[in-house]
């Protein structure tokens, strides 16, 4: 490899023209990265050993998920994906994945020597396959562009939750998605072909029909540069609104302060997410949606808006002066910490004051339930097991609305059309998508999907919206 002196080019914001932006856009490219991709799949089927064999980072970090061997919470990792130059050098190895942290433009080409180019900068979002965390799950499908559906060669097709995280991302109307055909090394040749069959079978008539389907081992690392070379060219180049106003949605947020700091160092909260639409920048004034959740002595909801300013904006450790949408991002705010510490924040949205959509207490919706519930274990001798009921007036569920995870009591049905109250209010706008969720034997099972047509905000509801000053 080249010097370890850096070449990135560097961002300045007084030359930012949000009008010329790209996602390719070298400038932007070098230092965050601007496609999200999710890694879908059953348990313990190998998603994190993916994204660490092509990040080389680990997404399992805390505790708990070491202690089980399993991903509890949404990882995050981002790599980046270079092609040599050399038109000689055969494929697929001439693409080789670095971490995000890489500061050269052109590292050498282990193959030939040649110069390497950039071709991709992608952000892992890793999602656990457990099915406790279905809600989980749900959360990280908001933000991705594409997914890696994972399928063990040792085991058959479908498990559960692979047929319960397939139904998600077709009800986020993922398009783009790459099966891999993970643990190919624990099986003998014809038994993978034997799966592989299986796959095509599991897939014909779904979103994933006719999505590629590669043999890798993520433990070894077999065939990790074809699926580098899969991500360059096998996922289309997203489309992406760069002018209008910024709206973040948050999937993690962090208390970055240790026990014991003095008080002059305390550093405000961290929200971790990605950008729909718009440029984030250094010194923004924002506004976090719907804020501070409280209710009155008479049990009304009210929610104080948040306000504060972007400190900083951190892809993984690469600082940036601006960020764009597509990646995972990290916004430091003055924002008391105690309300971003485990998380707290998750589910709220980030933008310009007076400029994010209304917060809504009430929804009304057009949905669409499946036929047979997923992921879970029916008897094949009870001629109606696993068909999902219809929608009842006063039953619980759990709607999925962007990063927002929240329980909804149903008001009232009638035809496709279903009104909810909402047990926590979602700063959301009318036509945006979500994923409903019923309890079946003690755990939330995706049952279906809606389409905001309207709904009641706080302020309707004779509640006052309330502002909040929070600075650390």
């Given at each position: 490899m080249s010097s370890t002196v850096s070449d990135l080019p560097v961002q300045r914001v007084e030359e930012l023209n949000v009008e010329t932006l790209d996602p390719y856009n070298p400038v932007v490219m070098a230092h965050q990265a601007t496609v999200n991709i999710g890694t879908i799949g059953h348990v313990q089927h190998g998603k994190s050993t993916v994204v660490k064999s092509i990040s080389g980072t680990n997404t399992i970090?805390?505790?708990?998920?070491?202690?089980?061997?399993?991903?509890?919470?949404?990882?995050?990792?981002?790599?980046?994906?270079?092609?040599?130059?050399?038109?000689?050098?055969?494929?697929?190895?001439?693409?080789?994945?670095?971490?995000?942290?890489?500061?050269?433009?052109?590292?050498?080409?282990?193959?030939?020597?040649?110069?390497?180019?950039?071709?991709?900068?992608?952000?892992?979002?890793?999602?656990?396959?457990?099915?406790?965390?279905?809600?989980?799950?749900?959360?990280?499908?908001?933000?991705?562009?594409?997914?890696l559906l994972l399928i063990a060669g040792n085991e058959s097709c479908p498990q559960l939750q692979t047929s319960e995280h397939l139904a998600a991302v077709e009800i986020m109307k993922l398009r783009n998605i790459i099966i891999l055909q993970n643990k190919i090394d624990l099986v003998k040749e014809k038994e993978a072909a034997s799966q592989y069959d299986e796959i095509l079978n599991f897939v014909r008539g779904t979103v994933a029909d006719g999505a590629p389907i590669i043999p890798i081992s993520a433990q070894l690392k077999y065939n990790i540069e074809v699926v580098c070379e899969y991500l360059c060219t096998k996922i289309p180049k997203p489309i992406r609104d760069f002018t209008s106003s910024p709206r973040f949605v948050v999937i993690r947020s962090f208390d970055v302060n240790l026990p014991g700091d003095d008080v002059e160092n305390l550093k405000g909260g961290v929200a971790g997410g990605s950008i729909l639409r718009g440029v984030l920048k250094l010194g923004q004034a924002v506004e976090v949606r719907p804020g501070f959740i409280t209710r009155d002595s008479e049990n009304r909801t009210k929610c104080l808006t948040v306000y504060s300013h972007v400190l900083s904006l951190k892809a993984e450790s690469n600082p940036l002066a601006y960020a764009v949408p597509g990646g995972l991002i990290g916004v430091g705010t003055r924002i008391d910490p105690n309300l971003t510490r485990a998380d707290r924040l998750v589910g709220q949205v980030i933008g310009e004051v007076g400029k994010l959509p209304e917060v809504f207490a009430e929804i009304e919706i057009s949905y669409f339930l499946l036929r047979h519930l997923l992921g879970v274990r029916t008897d094949p001798n009870v001629k109606k097991s696993g068909r999902i009921a219809k929608l009842e007036r006063g039953e619980m569920l759990m709607v999925n609305i962007g990063s927002t995870s929240t329980g909804a009591r149903v008001l009232s049905v009638k035809g496709d059309l279903a009104k909810f109250v909402l047990t926590t209010p979602v700063c959301s706008f009318e036509g945006e998508k979500l994923a409903l969720s019923r309890r079946v034997d003690k755990h939330w099972r995706l049952i279906g999907w809606g389409i905001i047509r309207r709904g009641v905000t706080i302020s309707e509801e004779g509640e006052e919206e309330e502002e909040l000053e929070t600075n650390a």
């Amino acid at each position: 490899m080249s010097s370890t002196v850096s070449d990135l080019p560097v961002q300045r914001v007084e030359e930012l023209n949000v009008e010329t932006l790209d996602p390719y856009n070298p400038v932007v490219m070098a230092h965050q990265a601007t496609v999200n991709i999710g890694t879908i799949g059953h348990v313990q089927h190998g998603k994190s050993t993916v994204v660490k064999s092509i990040s080389g980072t680990n997404t399992i970090r805390f505790k708990d998920e070491r202690f089980m061997n399993i991903t509890i919470k949404l990882g995050y990792a981002n790599a980046k994906i270079f092609k040599c130059d050399n038109a000689a050098c055969l494929r697929p190895d001439n693409y080789r994945s670095f971490p995000s942290s890489m500061n050269q433009m052109k590292p050498t080409c282990l193959k030939c020597n040649s110069p390497m180019t950039l071709q991709r900068h992608v952000s892992f979002v890793d999602c656990p396959g457990h099915e406790l965390l279905m809600a989980t799950m749900l959360n990280g499908a908001a933000v991705m562009d594409a997914a890696l559906l994972l399928i063990a060669g040792n085991e058959s097709c479908p498990q559960l939750q692979t047929s319960e995280h397939l139904a998600a991302v077709e009800i986020m109307k993922l398009r783009n998605i790459i099966i891999l055909q993970n643990k190919i090394d624990l099986v003998k040749e014809k038994e993978a072909a034997s799966q592989y069959d299986e796959i095509l079978n599991f897939v014909r008539g779904t979103v994933a029909d006719g999505a590629p389907i590669i043999p890798i081992s993520a433990q070894l690392k077999y065939n990790i540069e074809v699926v580098c070379e899969y991500l360059c060219t096998k996922i289309p180049k997203p489309i992406r609104d760069f002018t209008s106003s910024p709206r973040f949605v948050v999937i993690r947020s962090f208390d970055v302060n240790l026990p014991g700091d003095d008080v002059e160092n305390l550093k405000g909260g961290v929200a971790g997410g990605s950008i729909l639409r718009g440029v984030l920048k250094l010194g923004q004034a924002v506004e976090v949606r719907p804020g501070f959740i409280t209710r009155d002595s008479e049990n009304r909801t009210k929610c104080l808006t948040v306000y504060s300013h972007v400190l900083s904006l951190k892809a993984e450790s690469n600082p940036l002066a601006y960020a764009v949408p597509g990646g995972l991002i990290g916004v430091g705010t003055r924002i008391d910490p105690n309300l971003t510490r485990a998380d707290r924040l998750v589910g709220q949205v980030i933008g310009e004051v007076g400029k994010l959509p209304e917060v809504f207490a009430e929804i009304e919706i057009s949905y669409f339930l499946l036929r047979h519930l997923l992921g879970v274990r029916t008897d094949p001798n009870v001629k109606k097991s696993g068909r999902i009921a219809k929608l009842e007036r006063g039953e619980m569920l759990m709607v999925n609305i962007g990063s927002t995870s929240t329980g909804a009591r149903v008001l009232s049905v009638k035809g496709d059309l279903a009104k909810f109250v909402l047990t926590t209010p979602v700063c959301s706008f009318e036509g945006e998508k979500l994923a409903l969720s019923r309890r079946v034997d003690k755990h939330w099972r995706l049952i279906g999907w809606g389409i905001i047509r309207r709904g009641v905000t706080i302020s309707e509801e004779g509640e006052e919206e309330e502002e909040l000053e929070t600075n650390a």
